[in-house]
DNA sequence: TTGTATGCGTTATCAA
DNA sequence: TTGATAACGCATACAA
């Protein structure tokens, strides 16, 4: 046990009611007593109990903050958003993982309950179906981090994946692109369903109707770059002389097999990424992708919630995607089409 | 306020022990109280409070993690091994960043100290000297990632910095390269520290005296790959043809300044790492490195923590790293050394 | 097998 | 300005 108001108390001989009072600065207490608690406080070494703290005010000072894995390096500056946000205002981020599975997530959320967080905040979860159930009573509020599902009793705040998507493909069709491809991932369904749409609108805003055969999925496989890396050869096959791909991730991993396979990017084939994660201006060629402002994502997640755990109702937020032209785009040069699919 | 374990017992006009009891699957419960209290439990959306429990029975399950940034591409394996370790022994962990920042390192060296945490794991850290003054005196285990430091309070697990770094070293040497560089870094001064040593090492083994002017290290630069940037042109001026980098992050920078500067690797020039990040397999060409088990680092950090927590006295543990040839590096070629240099 | 009482560390209310 | 007391939710020692 460590030492606590009582044993200052005991030492100072007062009450712990007034060691606590001196030790919070509160107003009703004489500045001599403050100052004398204080410093005994500092040489007995006393740290104060955010356990006990927590179960006398029922606020925790905590956020729960759950997403599927660290290692995405998409995740990393988003966290750190988050946190520095919650730092600035008396608050700490409780991370739980769920390695992509259901269960996983779901024992997470009950540990965060148990552990009685003010606030969640979730991004690239698997059962957002299920949140209302599992948060319908309770009334810890909930900001969600790109995904814009309309419940009442979440927020979010996401980037524009739609036309952040649409703008990116538009880059490819301004080079003078048409057989423009997708890669897609499997375990961020809404995510990769916002950006396949946007993927899809801008071609059909030029008259391009989407040929299922340019979109690449794989439901064997869950590493990102792997994912990219399988995709060259059927995307090659149906003509495609440019990619946009779910992630830097995926675009890198699909770099990496047209590197293994001579073939020159950009020169005879393009490839735009989604996120611009710190990577994306080392890779060979620098990544051309959209930018997402990931940190100031997470702590606009943050905010939201300060706010909503101030009783004011805020606005769901939709930030802006970037287009970061490097160097894996390039024009379109007459006959790559038929070399790139030879 | 949620639904207590005394709102259950005036519902089913038992005591509150009773419904402890019946929850817990104590011994000492009739069969039927317990499956009737435990189904209107659930009736009632009861969720057990971990901060109750924690005040009561003066420990948290959770374990504190403080490193200095989650955006490091080396970290999340090892978070995520902490964390499962953590979560099979029915603990959870509690991650704060430091930002390199001293003085947030502090901050969240006593937040975790306030919130009770049963044990602090430590990787990457700006103030191991001060350790000893925070945890002194008190009994919480510290366990630290990728240090060697004697210090009695503390154990640690890690990698073996110095014979890694010298493998590295040795398969430059054993390629035909002499003049071989090192890229440092100066925000994770200890390993930096190990490492070089490792390098200076494997050259004096083989009777090469180690040149200044090869060691690389800005003051100015934190960022990991722009020290790599920065490095090439200091280094080709001395004539090196080979760099046994800091990481991979350092040695990602390293090859796109090569790229940049249309300098073969590895024919005319070879880079190794250090880390093997998710990255190092798809860079171009491929990352040769010396691969960190970061997995298993976290997870032997946290079984050491398990063990302290039990009263065991387990021993420090030097996890060897594994050299992972791909192709960044290869046999110097005749006139080699000139052309670099030119 | 179940109930009662107490403690965990803190804040707040009320009284002095 | 300071002190006494209750409350937060749970587990447990002890009593019944």
Redesign the pocket.
């Known amino acids: 046990?460590?030492?606590?108001?009582?044993d200052?108390?005991k030492k100072a001989?007062?009450?712990?009611?007034?060691?606590?009072?001196?030790?919070?600065d509160?107003?009703?207490?004489?500045?001599?007593?403050?100052k004398r608690i204080q410093e005994l406080a500092r040489e007995m070494d006393?740290?104060?109990?955010t356990?006990?703290?927590s179960?006398?005010?029922?606020k925790t000072w905590t956020i729960g903050m759950v997403l599927a894995t660290i290692s995405d390096p998409f995740m990393g500056r988003v966290i750190e958003g988050v946190e520095q946000a919650a730092i600035e205002a008396g608050f700490n981020v409780f991370i739980s993982t769920s390695q992509n599975d259901r269960q996983r997530e779901i024992a997470a959320i009950k540990m965060l309950q148990k552990r009685r967080v003010d606030g969640i905040i979730v991004i690239a979860s698997h059962l957002f179906d299920q949140y209302p159930r599992f948060f319908g009573h309770s009334k810890v509020p909930i900001v969600i981090i790109n995904e814009q599902e309309p419940w009442e009793t979440m927020h979010f705040v996401t980037v524009d994946d739609v036309h952040a998507a649409q703008s990116a493909v538009e880059h490819l069709l301004a080079s003078g692109h048409r057989r423009i491809g997708y890669v897609g991932i499997t375990n961020r369904p809404k995510s990769n369903q916002y950006r396949l749409r946007g993927y899809q609108d801008a071609l059909e805003a030029v008259g391009i109707a989407p040929d299922p055969a340019l979109i690449f999925t794989s439901h064997t496989i869950e590493d990102h770059a792997k994912v990219g890396e399988a995709s060259l050869k059927p995307l090659l096959a149906c003509g495609a002389t440019a990619v946009f791909c779910f992630n830097d991730t995926t675009a890198i991993g699909l770099l990496s097999a047209c590197y293994k396979r001579g073939l020159s990017v950009p020169d005879k084939f393009s490839i735009i990424g989604f996120d611009d994660i710190d990577m994306a201006a080392y890779t060979i060629p620098p990544l051309t992708t959209i930018r997402q402002p990931r940190f100031e994502l997470g702590q606009r997640a943050m905010h939201m919630m300060l706010a909503l755990l101030a009783g004011q109702k805020p606005e769901n937020q939709i930030v802006p995607g970037e287009l970061v032209v490097r160097q894996t785009t390039a024009r379109l040069l007459p006959g790559n089409n038929r070399a790139a699919a030879g």
Chains 1, 2 share one sequence.
């Open positions: 046990m460590s030492v606590s108001i009582y200052i108390a001989g007062v009450s712990p009611s007034t060691v606590s009072r001196a030790l919070e509160h107003p009703r207490i004489g500045a001599t007593t403050r006393y740290v104060p109990s356990v006990a703290k179960l006398a005010a029922n």
